[in-house]
């Protein structure tokens, strides 16, 4: 369709890639020319997620940059880690503007991803190009960019609920913790033991302590806005639930302060940011709050008696934390209104 930005989405098999694809078909501006998978190419993509037979008529195609070229203007990468590495170069290199919604850009040093998440890092020149797209942070520096580095499920739904106290100094970084816990959609479509209804029906655990990939993630988000480096403690958890992430932070006043100084501290530093919304003084949000939207819902609670504050912040992991939050960068990508086809009440109940 004339006019339209025309977008590829590789990686469109798994669940951050069907979401890109359920988002993506409710924008006005943008036109999905192809779906590409590296596991099954020239199968029907309707034979994986029958819900869209009649919709996406189109097989899948294989990782072929120069194809993408002739058919697309944006590629999204909905990948394992270690694709965008070495794919994100080549397509960037021949004019093709990346959002990488995997884990690949994220991290500006190098031997910390691969410290992290046991991968080769990805040419330094390029992870300094990617832009971090935490939107309602830095949203300025997405506009007109080529190369964006989606941010994680994890790490947006925790620096969103304690930003605003950093960049203040109203907290005192060294006394940061943060628990989460998320729905099993997270892991991806890929079969494991853990994820096995028998194993997660009526269960909880905690996985990856102290090891989570995310922590150098967030730890690198929040030490920019705080102006030094901040070390946190960073702990998940798993839920016989299929979407969501509930993170509840911790972490000292560095002066005395009341609910309501902390809610219009909050306020003031989201004006105008649709997507983040502020609860009540007494009120805290739930996941269900915001099941299938690009919403983060915050909470905030002052303990007097021991001056500390908690946070409570939550998201759709695949929504605000994949692909409604790789659909608003496009959106200032592009210089469009933020919003744009985003524009989807949770469902409820």
Known sequence: MSGKVRAA????????????????????????????????PGALYADGYPHLS????????????????????????????????????????????????????????????????????????YLERAVYGLCEVFGDEVRGADLIANPGCFPTATTLGLVPLLAEGWIDPSTIISDAKTGVSGAGRGLGLTYHYSEINENTLAYKLNKHQHTPEIEQTLSRVAGQDVTMTFTTHLLPMTRGILVTSYAKLTQDRTDEEVLNLFRSYYEGRRFVRIRPAG???????????????????????????????????????????AVQNLNLMMGWDEGTGLAFTPVYP
Not at 286 to 310: F, L, P, Q
Not at 314 to 325: C, R
């Open 54 to 125: 009649e919709i996406i008529t189109d097989r899948l195609e294989a990782i072929d940059p120069e194809a993408m070229k002739q058919k697309a203007d944006v590629v999204f990468l909905a990948t394992p880690h270690g694709v965008s590495t070495e794919l994100s170069p080549k397509l960037v290199g021949i004019g093709l503007k990346v959002i990488d919604v995997s884990g690949d850009l994220r991290l500006k040093q190098g031997e910390v991803y691969e410290k992290w998440y046991k991968h080769k890092p990805a040419d330094p020149a």
């Open 9 to 40: 989405i590789v990686g469109s098999t798994g669940y951050g890639g069907v979401e890109l694809i359920r988002l993506l078909l409710a924008h006005p501006n943008v036109e999905i020319t192809s779906v590409i998978s590296s596991s099954n």
């Open 283 to 325: 009120k805290w949000p739930a996941t269900k709050e915001v099941y299938g939207s690009n919403y983060c819902d915050i909470g905030v609670s002052v303990d007097t008696r021991t001056n500390r504050v908690t946070v409570i912040s939550v998201i759709d992991n695949l929504v605000k934390g994949a692909a409604g939050q």
